[in-house]
């Protein structure tokens, strides 16, 4: 399988705890992606890479959000004390540089209890 | 500020006639569209997509229409199928000044009946 994949599908974690997404986009994609939907919208901009280099953040990224993409390959998202608004399903995609369209991976849902 | 809207929540239609979902954007500097279809506990899959400087794209059973004068584009199934029941979502993208990041109506239930 040459898609996106993210890791863990799905995260229980209670309110305050930190939690890490992990997404390994198609593999000769440059640019990632970070999305996140909650029930009945469509998915929200996070942030995104190009290679190793994080070229812009949304302002729903909170100062308790962080993403890494060290190497310019897999990404990390990392959400520190959870708060139970945090919950929903958190997409990470990928496009090639000289393709438009984007790639979606299955998400993670995470619920904050 | 919602800048890409989906204003009909679900549609229903017949097995083998036409489905037409639509989308309504508000920023000008959107050059590039995208349909998604998404299945529950899934990512969006991508369906297809159109460039501001053409009017229509088809790809088999698919077609989107785009008119830039009014800021809306529609998406065209047909036939319809059973298996086309999903949410779809229409995005946009400023290519030249927001990294193409994607920006999302919000769904459209489309259900199929047999």
């Known amino acids: 399988d040459t898609g996106v994949s993210q890791d863990p599908r799905h995260k229980i974690t209670k309110r305050g705890q930190n939690v890490t997404f992990r997404c390994d986009p198609i593999?000769?994609?440059?640019?990632l992606y970070w999305y996140r939907q909650t029930l009945g919208q469509g998915p929200e901009f996070l942030t995104y890479?190009?290679?190793?280099?994080?070229?812009?953040k949304s302002r729903l990224l909170s100062d308790r959000f962080s993403a890494e993409r060290p190497k310019g390959s897999f990404s990390t998202l990392e959400i520190q004390r959870t708060e139970q608004g945090d919950s929903a399903m958190y997409l990470c995609?990928?496009?090639?540089?000289?393709?438009?369209?984007?790639?979606f991976g299955p998400g993670t849902r995470l619920t904050v209890l | 500020d919602q800048q890409v809207k989906q204003n009909s929540p679900s549609l229903s239609v017949q097995e083998g006639r036409i489905s037409i979902l639509n989308c309504d954007y508000t920023?000008?500097?959107?050059?590039?569209f995208l349909w998604y279809k998404k299945y529950p506990a899934e990512g969006p899959t991508f369906l297809i997509s159109?460039?501001?400087?053409?009017d229509k794209n088809e790809d088999g059973r698919f077609t989107v229409f785009l008119n830039k004068s009014a800021k809306h584009l529609s998406l065209h199934i047909v036939p319809s199928q059973p298996g086309d029941s999903a949410v779809y979502f229409c995005a946009a993208s400023a290519r030249e000044t927001s990294g193409s990041r994607l920006t999302f109506g919000e769904g459209t239930q489309l259900t199929v009946n047999p």
């Open positions: 995609a990928s496009r090639h540089r000289i393709l438009d369209e984007q790639f």
């Open positions: 920023n000008s500097m959107f050059d590039y």
């Open positions: 593999s000769e994609h440059n640019r």
């Open positions: 890479f190009q290679n190793e280099a994080q070229l812009e």
């Open positions: 159109i460039s501001s400087i053409k």
